[in-house]
């Protein structure tokens, strides 16, 4: 079975919008575009998937407790508390569970 078809929805999630910055007067080129910082929750068990990419969304990622595990090219590695995983790559697909 691959990943895709063995990654869960998502469930157990709440995503709150922190602050968004228009891109556009800041960076040329960026019109449209906006930076953006969420907290995500991700309860026990919960799941923040299914799989899915960041093309032109890359993100960082804090753990402010507990740990979580990114599923990324068929290994899982879990994380938390702190810094979580290296910013994902162009293309590069991935599930997190709790």
Known sequence: MSDKQASPATKGV???LLSTMDLG??????????????????EPGGVFGPIHDHK????????LQGKITDHRNGVATDYGPGVG???LA???EHHTLA
Not at 56 to 63: H, S
Request: glycine share 14%.
């Open 14 to 16: 709440t995503v709150q």
């Open 90 to 92: 162009r293309g590069q």
């Open 25 to 42: 007067p800041e960076i040329e080129g960026m019109a449209g575009r906006q930076l953006r910082m969420r907290r995500v929750t991700i």
């Open 56 to 63: 032109d969304r890359p993100g960082t990622v804090y753990i």
């Open 85 to 87: 995983w290296p910013g």
